[in-house]
């Protein structure tokens, strides 16, 4: 890696006024397992100058439940949330996608913030800038985004509308969108849902500091699954992954939120299916037609289209699983 | 049965404490007092002309210590043919450059993105990759060309001037009349596959020190090779004899699975330039991202016509194969394949061409886990699928009809035949089929397949010292570096049993150095066991002879009356006139020799995968659930390593059947070279699994012994692939991507 | 000792039990990670480097007991920890001779044995990082079953593949640490 100084914050104001004061020179980092990847290939035009280490702030890693639900600080590491009793009792989705990231060691190291901020795996962003120089695509401030003339297997199936048809990686933010998740930063308090955009990615500013998680309770008699679809049963990131909460109520479902991730720049919500499924039997025809309707808008790109086929099928397996 | 007092029954590996402890040393633990970093720049073009390279500002850079450039390149170096001893080559086949393609080009042309163009020595990693950005370098881009097929068409950018048409290699042979075959054949099938590079992706990556002392150079590396290929390199790059140039290794190599092979020199190259210019020690060693770059297996297209009669018989065989090994290309692989060709199924009439033909796609093609069978097999074997299916013949039958067996003439390279000295194929068959449960039910979206792979390995000579020591302890010198595959250990205790000695006075050299070490042919085409062990077979003949010679006078008897057991010299006659190895009270030197000998026949194990696997068909997963291995070794030295090769190299096959493959844009830049995109299996990827060692009486290798482990690698592709066949009833190229199968599987729909 | 006047920041780690002090600016940069620090400034060489990108598992130490990614660690955020190493593992209080015969070590930790005895390697370069996996994991699970096992080590990439052998190493050392 090359140089950079480091600055262990006390307190998120203190963190945040470093951050201000650098004008866009000095970088925030949490478990680092994704930050020190882009540092070593060197991905980005600008290499900060300083980071400004979160671990060391106090209670920011704090899981906590309350009677409105639950509230996980950003710094909070993957493997507490997946082990931790409370939330495998009641929110099982959130530990299983939890769970289900990268490997034991990245989820010993990485945070639920690092996971929700975590920069996209786009391979063309991402090429490593001392194998023959890095690419300036359009997420960049370059003019192109390189998946729309070249290998687009891993990219997203609804469009991009900023230019840029990276996906959202993170395995999380799926299952958290789809449990209505709300988030607090130095600045906001906003839907899980609206922190997400295409292009950079988060709504944050440059000095905003992403803070606490919360999680409401989820409705008496719901019910959740958690589906992720990788190459490998381990280490790798979803090619899509589905969440799906539903509430049956004799037989007939009350309500459904059905989230998929790594189909599209920001986490997709499949509002059509969530509609066709209220009000009706939870059955095999139904959850076909709820994959269906769910996938009917998808726009693959020229070698992508598979990941139309696995979403409808996840979408279809998790409503069962859930039902 | 000759009884054996070591070989033969489980051995507790000796390198195991080394390795479990951490104290095991790999070439990136490697250092050498006062060594600078060196670190490389590469190109961002796939074919380009370089105009300009200006190193003043790097070389400026406080701590730089060098930089050199293609300008640094010894003059000639591009014309160094690499062919080795015994190596046969058609004789229109250009030779195999050892220098040419990826790495400092002497005519400063990059034939592939991610070659290097410069590279800097500092005394930090910090100062030399500062100094490398400030390298500043001026292109002229070129046309440039990613398939073989392409690039020998009339119009195709031309990579080398000396290369007309690109063809490297273009040969054709017959065997039978593969025209009358046709005329005889009631059907005939026609099928077009093709392979994908893998990267070899070892757990260590290269990694090199070189320093020179007065006109003496000296190189640290971890390399398979050592004395066949770098030596004779290194010393007609810089115009020395052999013996001024030393090469060790360290004593453990990490992994290799033949990426340690061949084109080491491009790479070494590199730090010797850096050294010699900054007049110390320096040590170049790849990212893991750099070292996906320098070596993968080739990239392989083959056309493929059967004729069969309606009851199965084949009748003729025909192939057209187009080799894609990147810019850097090496003939004798090729050599190989096209042996291979005609291996994958018998048949009296076969006829095949296949042309190499490089290209500008970012590696080079070169063995991995076997030297070219993956790539002939891969493709050739799945049209027997097609064939069975349509034909209502049990594919086992089918399979079985295109084995090579005992006494069989089989094509060994063009225009050569060697005869097959044993061949356990059909008890392996038989065993398999019980095991798999070949004839019995099948769970929903269970589907079952078959492999076979008859490897032939490369041979190359082996030298080996066994020196006594008067304290009655051996040493065992030989040039073999351990590869992960237990050779310090198997070759131990040949040693011991062809001496008669205990293990555990014996000593064998870790490491190979060039300087000290006798020559070795390298850790290639599973041949150590083979040909190594005979050659310490031959020294402990004459170490035995030498010993008894001393013993005859000391026992009063002759030396062919005496036998030497477990260290302890007796009279034969008389076992209580006896003496311990100790009393000898003598060193004593003794040498063995292996010298490939082409008219000899042949030992070589084919090996037959069995895998169990379940398709989702509507995710396109594929998931081996039960695998069974049954693995020819001729003799197994010591058995549970046969099977944890069997076991690791069934790994590799799995990748390469469904997650593993290099992915490059249309600029010719590798996407995925990182192991996040780079899928190779992982301890949750791979099933239940069997393995079982087949021991045919086999009278030419060492205590009967063959190779043993990289050979696995292909039949379990096959059995994988072969499974997924009876799923789609189409076959499909690896690796079997979700995104392949579903396509396969809405064409057949 | 080498005397400490200046004022310069330090990181303090215990490795291994042995308390370490490393000068900022001097042992120790800020962008310097574990795996730099631990293999070129302590020589520890035992934690191996496969891949620098957190995606092999090679470079895995334990920080707290927990298995994480030294490559994907700054030793600057290390400060106060307890880090474990392969080099650790061994009980070198009563050193014996390796030797001739290979085995012939009573020191070694039960999962160090269970693996020479199992033949849970073959290039030996993914070892110290499974055996610290393992290590963890009997830690808090001493009687895992075969999925535990499997998931406990799947962050930790074997190309030699030798997986079948690792399992059974580790159930076998999880018996013998019972029985002790
Ligand atoms: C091999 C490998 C496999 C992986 N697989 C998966 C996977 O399957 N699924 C998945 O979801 N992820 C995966 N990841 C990504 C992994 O890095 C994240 O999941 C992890 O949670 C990131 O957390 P971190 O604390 O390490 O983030 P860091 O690397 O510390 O930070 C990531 C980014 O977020 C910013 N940031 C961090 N915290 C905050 C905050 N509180 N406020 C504002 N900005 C902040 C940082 O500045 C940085 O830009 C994988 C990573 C690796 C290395
Ligand atoms: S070296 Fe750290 S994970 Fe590969
Ligand atoms: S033993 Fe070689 S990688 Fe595991």
């Known amino acids: 890696m090359k140089p950079f100084q480091h600055v262990n914050a006390s307190t998120t104001d203190e963190a945040a006024s470093l951050l201000h004061k650098s004008r866009g020179k000095a970088k925030l980092i949490a478990g680092g397992t994704d930050l020190l990847g882009i540092l070593t290939d060197d991905i980005l035009p600008a290499y900060p100058r300083t980071l400004v280490n979160l671990k060391t702030i106090p ?85 192109i985004c390189y998946t729309l003339t070249r290998d687009n297997r891993l990219d997203s199936i609804f469009g991009g509308p900023e230019g840029c048809f990276a996906v959202c990686p993170s395995d999380i933010a799926t299952s958290l969108v789809a449990m209505g998740a709300t988030v607090t930063t130095t600045r906001r308090a906003v839907a899980l849902q ?77 509002k059509g299916a969530e509609d066709v499924l209220r009000g009706r039997l939870v059955d095999d025809a139904a959850a076909e037609e709820a994959g269906q309707i769910a996938l009917a808008n998808a726009t693959p790109l020229t070698m992508n289209k598979y990941k139309v086929a696995i979403a409808r099928v996840l979408v279809k397996r998790a409503i069962l699983a859930s039902a | 049965m000759t009884k054996f007092h070591y070989i033969g029954k489980p051995i507790k590996r000796l390198d195991g404490f080394d390795k479990v402890t951490g104290t095991a040393k790999f070439m990136q633990d490697m250092e050498v007092p006062g060594m600078l970093t060196g670190k490389i720049l590469y190109s961002p073009h796939a074919h380009a002309r370089i105009k300009r390279i200006i190193t003043d500002k790097a070389e400026r850079v406080p701590g730089v210590a060098a930089v050199v450039t293609h300008n640094d390149l010894p003059p000639g170096i591009d014309e160094i043919s690499g062919l080795e001893p015994g190596m046969v080559l058609p004789p229109t086949a250009v030779p195999p450059y050892l220098f040419r393609g990826w790495g400092l080009q002497p005519d400063a042309i990059v034939r592939c993105m991610g070659s290097p163009v410069a590279a800097v020595a500092a005394n930090t990693e910090e100062a030399a990759t500062e100094a490398l950005g400030l390298i500043e370098v001026e292109y002229e881009p070129l046309p440039a060309v990613f398939d073989a097929e392409e690039a020998l068409k009339p119009g195709a950018p031309q990579l080398y001037p000396d290369v007309p048409g690109n063809i490297v290699f273009d040969w054709k ?59 004779p390199a290194m010393a007609a790059a810089f115009k020395l004899p052999e013996s001024k140039v030393k090469i060790y290794g360290p004593p453990y190599m990490g992994g290799s ?6 084109n080491e020199a491009c790479f070494v190259l590199v730090a010797v330039l850096l050294a010699r210019k900054a007049g110390r020690p320096v040590r170049v060693k790849l990212t893991r991202e750099e070292d996906m770059l320098a070596l993968t297996r080739c990239s392989t297209r083959l056309h493929a016509k059967i004729g069969v009669k309606r009851d199965g018989t084949i009748t003729a065989v025909e192939y057209r194969a187009f080799l894609n090994p990147g810019p850097w290309f090496y003939p004798p692989w090729v050599n190989r394949y096209f042996t291979h060709l005609f291996k994958v199924i018998k048949c009296d009439n076969i006829k095949a061409r296949a042309t190499l033909a490089p290209t500008n796609i970012p590696f080079s093609g070169g063995p991995f886990r076997g030297f070219a069978y993956m790539e002939a097999f891969l493709v050739a074997q799945p049209i027997l699928k097609r064939i069975s299916q349509q034909l209502g013949i049990d594919y086992l039958k089918l399979l079985q009809q295109s084995f090579w067996r005992t006494g069989d003439k089989v094509p060994n390279g063009p225009g050569r035949y060697s005869v097959l000295s044993s061949s356990g194929i059909d008890e392996a068959i038989e065993k398999g089929r019980q095991l798999i449960d070949w004839d019995g039910p099948t769970g929903p979206d269970e589907y079952i397949g078959a492999g076979y792979c008859l490897p032939g390995s490369a041979q190359f000579p082996s030298n080996v010292i066994l020196r006594l020591n008067r304290d009655g302890s051996i040493q065992l010198e030989t040039g073999v570096i351990e590869i992960g595959a237990g050779q310090y250990t198997t070759l131990t205790y040949m040693a011991a049993e062809a001496i008669g000695a205990p293990p555990e006075v014996i000593n064998m050299t870790r490491s190979f150095d060039t300087e000290t070490q006798p020559w070795d042919g ?88 069995f895998v169990r696997v379940t398709v989702d068909k509507e995710t396109g997963q594929v998931t081996p659930t039960k695998l069974v291995i049954l693995n020819d070794v001729g003799r197994a030295i010591n058995p549970p390593v046969v099977h944890t090769q069997n076991m690791g190299t069934l790994s590799a096959g799995i990748g390469y059947a469904l997650t593993e493959e290099v992915i490059w844009d249309s600029d010719g830049r590798v996407l995925n070279a990182n192991p996040q995109f780079y899928h190779t299996p992982t301890i949750l990827d791979v099933p239940d699994f069997h393995s079982e060692i087949i021991e045919p009486v086999d009278q030419i290798g060492p205590f ?33 991507t979700p995104d392949k199968l579903l396509k396969a599987l809405r064409k057949t729909e | 000792m080498k005397q400490r006047t200046s004022r310069r920041p330090t990181v303090n780690l215990v490795i291994n039990g042995n308390p370490q002090v490393l000068e900022v600016g001097v042992e120790v940069q800020p962008w310097h990670t574990l795996n730099y620090t631990l293999r070129e400034v302590l020589s520890l060489k035992g934690t191996k480097v496969g891949c620098s990108h957190g995606g092999c598992g090679s470079c895995t130490v334990l920080r707290e007991g927990k298995p994480i990614l030294s490559c994907t660690t700054l030793t600057i955020e290390c400060n106060g920890a307890s880090i474990m190493t392969i080099e650790g593992l061994r009980d070198t209080s009563v050193m014996t001779a390796g030797g001739m015969r290979g085995t012939t070590t009573g020191n070694l930790h039960p999962l160090q044995q269970a693996f020479i005895d199992n033949y849970a390697f073959e290039c030996g370069m993914c070892t110290s990082g499974m055996i610290l996996s393992a290590e963890a994991l009997l830690n808090s699970n001493p009687d895992p079953t075969e999925d ?23 159930h076998e050392a999880a018996k013998v640490k019972k029985n002790d």
């Open chain 1, 59 to 143: 209670g920011l890693d704090s899981i906590k439940e309350d009677s409105k639900g639950l509230r996980i600080g950003a710094l909070a590491k993957l493997s507490d949330i997946a082990g931790h009793p409370v939330i495998k009792d009641r929110y099982p989705m959130i530990a299983r996608a939890a769970g289900s990231v990268a490997m034991p060691q990245v989820r010993n190291m990485g945070t639920i913030g690092g996971n929700l901020c975590q920069d996209n795996r786009c391979w063309y962003y991402r090429y490593p800038n001392h194998l023959g120089g890095r690419l300036i695509c359009l997420r960049k401030g370059g003019t």
């Open chain 2, 257 to 262: 699975y033949g990426g340690r092979a061949f």
């Open chain 2, 704 to 736: 009967g012994a063959k190779g043993a482990g990289e050979k696995v690698l292909t039949p379990t592709a096959l059995a994988i692939s072969a499974a997924v066949y009876n799923a789609l009833k189409t076959n499909v190229n690896t690796p079997i």
């Open chain 2, 173 to 231: 042979q017959e065997m039978g009349n593969v025209e009358n075959g046709f005329k005889e054949a009631d059907l005939v099938f026609e099928e077009v596959g093709e392979t994908q590079p893998q990267s070899h992706l070892t757990p260590d990556t290269r990694g090199a020190i070189a320093w020179w002392e007065g006109e003496r150079l000296v190189i640290c590396t971890a390399t398979m090779s050592a004395y066949p290929s770098l030596l």
């Open chain 2, 522 to 609: 390298g850790q290639r085409s599973e041949r150590t066991t083979y040909s190594t062990g005979l050659a310490i077979v031959e020294a402990a003949k004459e170490l035995r002879q030498k010993i008894f010679n001393v013993a005859s006078k000391k026992l009063g008897a002759k030396a062919d009356e005496l036998e030497l057991e477990e260290g302890v010299v007796f009279v034969k006659a008389d076992p209580a006139k006896k003496m311990p190895l100790s009393a000898v009270g003598l060193p004593i030197v003794a040498t063995g020799a292996f010298v490939p000998d082409p008219e000899r026949p042949w030992a070589s194990g084919p090996v037959v995968s």
């Open chain 3, 148 to 170: 535990d096992i499997k998931e406990a080590l799947s962050g930790n990439l074997c190309r030699c593949g030798v997986y079948p052998n690792i399992v059974k190493a580790v």
């Open chain 1, 194 to 270: 609206d922190f997400f955009t295409p292009s950079p990615g988060t709504i944050l500013d440059a000095d905003e500091i992403l803070t606490e998680i919360q999680v409401p309770r989820p409705r008496e008699g719901s019910r959740s699954a958690y589906l992720k679809f990788r190459l490998r049963k381990s280490i790798d990131f979803a090619m899509v992954n589905v969440a799906c909460v539903l509430t049956v109520e004799g037989g007939l479902c009350r309500e459904a939120s059905i989230v998929l991730g790594a189909v599209a720049p920001t986490p997709w919500r499949a």
